[in-house]
């Protein structure tokens, strides 16, 4: 069993910065690809970025292309989310997820198996 604790959401202004942590415990972290997602208000949870197993390959979404970055520290159960150059339209909570062992990234919401709790995120303009 994968445990997941999201931080570091908070208010910022349109074009700041947030850096996103994901803290893990239970099971063996660097044998699961990882994700983000996030959902806003009305709108159903949706794909954020991807990173398998080993950090050496990553996929984001077209609206976050060039301005995320996800990167992962297995030694310290670690994922994180870098957020540069935030819109409005990112205000959403953000969640972490695991998916079970595997090579590649996973972009399917359905096929992660362990979730946080969500941080949330608010970018005024």
């Known amino acids: 069993q994968v445990q997941l604790v999201e931080s570091g959401g908070g208010l910022v202004q349109a074009g700041d910065s947030l850096r996103l942590a994901c803290a893990a415990s239970?099971?063996?972290?660097?044998?699961?690809?990882m994700g983000w997602f996030r959902q806003g208000p009305g709108n159903e949870r949706e794909f954020v970025a991807a990173?398998?197993?080993?950090?050496?390959?990553?996929q984001y979404a077209d609206s976050v292309e060039d301005r995320f970055t996800i990167s992962r520290d297995n030694a310290e159960k670690m994922v994180h989310l870098q957020m540069n150059s935030l819109k409005p339209e990112d205000t959403a909570v953000y969640y972490c997820?695991?998916?079970?062992?595997?090579?590649?990234?996973?972009?399917?919401?359905?096929?992660?198996?362990?979730w946080g709790q969500g941080t949330q995120v608010t970018v005024s303009s």
């Open positions: 239970g099971g063996t972290f660097s044998y699961y690809p």
């Open positions: 997820a695991a998916a079970g062992p595997r090579g590649g990234v996973v972009l399917g919401l359905n096929e992660y198996a362990y």
């Open positions: 990173i398998n197993w080993n950090g050496g390959r990553t």
